[in-house]
């Protein structure tokens, strides 16, 4: 084995080391991304996902192609591995992979112009920081307008930077927003859990 240094790049994240902390982010990755998907000089906007937005399973003519939706997906979800701000809209769209339409491929686009406006962003974690593990959960009781499932989200933060999150909608709808707050806060028991 021998000594390869400092890490400055691992997996599509670049790990940058300064005075104030520890640096990370995916800018290459989200610029090569951009470029794959033809959106390196569409305008940015500032939000990812339009709050009205609903999307339909039915709605809007099918892809004839649905790969390139799959590997426009796929990319997002790993750029929410430094970009948690986008883990909800990219939850939405991921909702449609099997069969997608012309619709989600639109939102899909929303996001990446987005990414457009916050690929330059990076994670701080600072030195000498708080190392306080501190942990918030939130549910959205039948938020779905088709099957009235709820979506479950946690975000976890260590000191000022988030270090754990997730975004999830689950399977069966839950009875009152008593059993969907009680589900929220379960799955974030779970995950501190493993944390700690």
Known sequence: MKELGELKHFLGLEIDRTKEGLFLCQQKYA???????????????????DGNTKLCAEEGRELEDSTMYRQLVGGLIYLTITQSNISFAVGVVSQFMEKPRKPHLDAAK?????????????????KGSSSELVGHCDADYAGDQHTRQ?????????????VSWCSKRQLTASLSTTEAEYRAATMTAQESTWLV
């Open 31 to 49: 610029r090569d991304f951009l470029k794959k998907f033809g959106m390196l000089d569409c305008k940015p906007i500032f939000t990812p996902l």
């Open 110 to 126: 929303c996001i990446l112009r987005y990414v457009k406006k916050t690929f330059d962003f990076r994670l701080l974690y600072k």
């Open 150 to 162: 709820l979506t479950t989200r946690y975000s976890f933060n260590l000191g000022l930077v988030v």
